[in-house]
Every structure is written in C-alpha cells, then in structure tokens.
C-alpha cells in the first residue's frame, strides 16, 4: 500500500462546513500510504505525530485534553464528530495535549446546552489542526493490520508533508511526561487522609475521585521519594501519562524506594511504572488500547467490567507473573489489565476506572486504595 493515494469521498449528507474548511488537507503515514482531507481548526502546512484510533461514541473533548495523548493524533472511529460542541466542564487538563484529531463527519451546527462554542474553534484557540471528510474506516484497517504509525499532515505541497512523513519518529524511547507534568506541586480536596499522586500527565477525573478519600497533593514526575515520605501520606497514587515508559526510569527508580513504605496505587502508565519497579518489562503493543469499550475480566471476582482505556504500551506477563498476581486481563488479546502484591500494599490497573469518557464499572478501585491505606495504617 505504499505511497497509494486514497480517495476523498466526501458524504453529501455532511452538514455545511462554510469557512470552517479551509482547504484541501492530506494526511500521509510513514509507511507512504496517503488520505486526502480536509482540514479545520489551526491549520498549518506541515504537521507530525503518532497516529491511533480511538472508538469511544462521544467524549471527543475528555480525550483530546487527556495529556496521555501528548505526541498523538487520534483518529475517531465513530463518523459524526462536533455535534454537541465545547463545553466548560469536560476538559480533563487545562489545554488539549494531542497532536491533532481526524474525523469523517465535522458536524458544525452544534446543539447542547452547556456548549459555548463549535469543535472548529475550540481547535483554533488551542492551536490544533483538524482533519475531516477523511476515510476514517479505510485508515483505522491499515493501523490494525500495520500498527499505530507516525505521520505527516496538513495543507502545505504533498511533496512537503510525504517528506516530512519519512523522518517522523515514534514515541519509543522519549520521554513525554517532562512536557505534561505539573511545574509546581499544588493540591486538591480536603480529610483527614493525605494522598500524594505523581502527575506522569494526571487527569482531572482522577483528581476529583482521590479529593473523596482526603487532601490530595499533586507533585511533579521527578519528586523523589524522600520528598513525598516526609510529607508522610497515608497512600500514594501514580498516575497515567504519555509516552514509553521505559524513557521515565527516574519515576521508577523513586517508585522502588516508596514499595513497602506506602500503600500504593497506579493507574495506566503508573500501573506500568510500578511493574517495572517490581522487576517487570514493558513491551510495544501493535495499535494500543484506545476506547470506551474494551471488556477486562477480574480474575479476583469472576466479573467483566468495561473500561476505558488509552495505552500504546503493556507490561509482558512473562515478566511479573512470578513477583505479583496477575488480577485483571484484557479479553480482547489477553493483555495484563491489572496486578497487586500484597506484601508490598500496592496495586495497579492498566485501564481507567475513573472514566471520562467511558464507562463507571471500575471506579470501586478507589475504594480498594482507600481500604488499603486504611488497613496499612493498622499495621503501625
């Protein structure tokens, strides 16, 4: 399928965009397949970054302001996208952190209550690029057949962005979390409990959970164990973030001083972090995890839960299934969802049982970490 180019066709049933499409876009991935598009919101002539699909029906805003997604361009599998605008309410961090966002439908004329403006211009204020009237279906077959790849895309000479496509580098190897994490460490909530989360690239969602169970403070990805044992909190949380977690060896040089000393609990790229503190490996998944959707059994209690997820990455089972119990695993391709180590107080989930978007099966996690600090408290 090299360099083929695919094309445009353009539903005749897509509402008007007017001046929303700007001008004839192209999307080209690294292997030289090309898309033909359009393109909305901040509109550049070249524009890079590693392309996955994601098939959550809605939450088009929770995602994109997801900092997990830093370095992305997510292409969404559901076909009409805008049609309940921007709210207010929904961001998970303060801007949106992926590269850019590809759709087949752009539904400009948007209709919600709480929307105080149209996906086009909430894309523009954050300086991001759009593309639209893009075969999404064909693009999101070639990324399962061939994997979540680099691209190119934009308005500029296709010869510019097929140039730009070659050079283009994957995720492996950089370390993302640097550029999502706080600066400074601030906090949230209030109780008697005092929570510690690294920011690896948290999400409002989870902050909100942690402030039910106590004072939460939120502190950079390079904090030192040290510094959060003085605080002295009753748990401490690792939080999901960007990028291969191999390239954070500094956060998992600090998680293995904490193991034993604090309850703990991870999500995502923490659930990651803490399995390769404990002497587990990672590994590239193909297309990675991405939706609203994906079924996870809990090998504890016999149940299927539906999850959300966002992850390129996993930990290799072969790793960890002699250092901790495997609790949960993914029934799509039986991927380690989730472990624990009771000597240690810690555990871990692969996907986000906080939601946003995405289904609420697992949000009794949280009630797990708080039995947890509360019954490591009894030991002292």
């Known amino acids: ?100 966002m590809i759709m087949r439908d752009y539904i400009m004329d948007y209709s919600n209550h709480l929307a105080k403006m149209s996906l086009a211009s909430w894309l523009e204020k954050n300086k991001v690029m759009g593309l639209i009237d893009l075969d999404t279906r064909k693009l999101t077959k070639v990324l399962r057949d061939k994997g979540a ?72 990805a390079d904090t030192s164990a040290d510094d959060v044992l003085a605080l002295k909190p009753n748990g401490v949380f690792l939080s999901n973030g960007p990028g291969d977690p191999a390239a954070v060896n500094y956060a998992t040089k600090n998680i293995k001083k904490l193991l034993g000393k604090v309850p703990i609990f991870g999500i995502c790229l923490g659930h990651q972090l803490l399995c390769t503190a404990l002497g587990g490996k990672t590994k590239r998944l193909k297309f990675g995890h991405h939706g609203g959707n994906h079924p996870v059994k809990n090998k504890v209690s016999g149940k299927v839960e539906i999850t959300s997820q966002n992850h390129n990455y996993a930990v290799d089972a072969e790793s960890i299934k002699e250092i901790c119990e495997i609790t949960h695993q993914s029934l799509n391709d039986g991927e380690v969802e989730g472990i624990k180590i009771d000597t240690q107080y810690a555990f871990s989930v692969q996907y986000h049982p906080e939601a946003g978007p995405g289904p609420h099966d697992a949000v009794y996690l949280f009630d797990d970490f708080n039995n947890l600090m509360e019954n490591y408290a009894k030991t002292k």
């Open 1 to 100: 399928m090299s360099d083929q180019k695919i094309p445009n066709k353009v539903n005749q049933t897509s509402l008007f965009r007017g001046s929303f499409l700007k001008s004839e876009a192209h999307l080209v991935l690294s292997d030289g397949t090309v898309f033909e598009c359009g393109a909305i919101g901040n509109v550049k002539d070249v524009d890079t970054g590693e392309v996955v699909f994601n098939t959550s029906m809605s939450g088009y805003q929770e995602i994109m302001t997801d900092p997990s997604y830093k370095g992305q361009v997510v292409t969404f599998t559901y076909p009409h996208i805008g049609s309940y605008g921007v709210n207010l309410q929904d961001n998970e961090s303060k801007k949106i952190h992926a590269s850019g």
């Open 149 to 220: 790849m680099p691209a190119a895309f934009g308005v500029g000479p296709l010869e510019d962005i097929k140039k730009a496509a070659k050079i283009v580098k994957t995720t492996d190897g950089i370390d993302l979390v640097g550029a999502v994490t706080c600066k400074e460490p601030y906090e949230a909530g209030n109780g008697r409990k005092l929570i510690v989360a690294y920011d690896f690239g948290i999400k409002r969602s989870i902050t909100d959970q942690l402030a039910k169970l106590g004072k939460v403070t939120i502190v950079p």
